[in-house]
């Protein structure tokens, strides 16, 4: 958690401060922007090892910054409140049924836009992000088993990281776009049987924003 708190500590600072001397100093680069955002998410967990996986729906609420290098340039940092998560199912010994999980980060990417036209973007960045609340629950196929456990955020791995991609449209103050998360951190499940890896998690959103 420290080691989280000390990396957001340095990125947001350079992110929010540092691009801001950059947008409007070149002649025909357009002003910086700042923006609120809110998208759609369907996430998953990505692992070979658990047997019909299934997305889960939530959302995404944040700020984001946009500071122009150039026309065709700009960086965008984004603090984000993210929902993720993913159902699978289980079958062994003891028993067999379904476990649904839900997992929700502070996320930070930092995305570096290429504006092909004055109104479409491609963007590619890496993101960090902790988790700040999580919870799982376990179904057998006739209900809630017996001994049923609740789980909580000190039972998952609380940093992520990865890389987005991004594709945008940009209508004056308005942008809509889709972006997908490729996570790179194992998420690993501490249960009273041992630790199980989830995998990585996966994430697809349609997003809205505003800018100002």
Request: glycine residues 12%; aromatic residues 16%; negative net charge.
């Amino acid at each position: 958690m420290k080691k989280t708190l000390f990396l957001l500590g340095i990125l947001i600072p350079l992110s929010f401060t540092g691009f801001s001397q950059i947008g409007g100093t070149t002649v025909g680069t357009p002003d910086s922007r700042v923006g609120i955002k809110g998208a759609l998410n369907l996430s998953n967990w990505y692992n070979e090892e658990l047997d019909d996986k299934n997305v889960k729906v939530g959302f995404t609420a944040g700020l984001f910054y946009r500071g122009y290098v150039s026309d065709v340039f700009s960086i965008q940092p984004e603090i984000n409140y993210t929902q993720k998560g993913s159902t699978f199912t289980y079958d062994n010994f003891f028993a067999d049924g379904e476990v649904r999980g839900y997992l929700d980060y502070v996320e930070v990417p930092v995305i570096f836009n290429f504006h092909l036209t004055e109104n479409f973007h491609l963007g590619a960045g890496p993101y960090i992000a902790t988790l700040v609340s999580a919870r799982a629950k376990a179904v057998d196929d006739d209900g809630p088993f017996d001994g049923e456990e609740e789980f909580d955020r000190d039972n998952f791995t609380t940093f992520d990281y990865g890389l987005s991609a991004d594709a945008g449209l940009d209508f004056v103050n308005l942008t809509v776009g889709a972006r997908y998360n490729l996570g790179l951190a194992d998420i690993d499940w501490e249960t009273g049987f041992g630790d199980t890896n989830l995998g990585k998690n996966s994430l697809f959103q349609i997003y809205l924003g505003f800018m100002f």
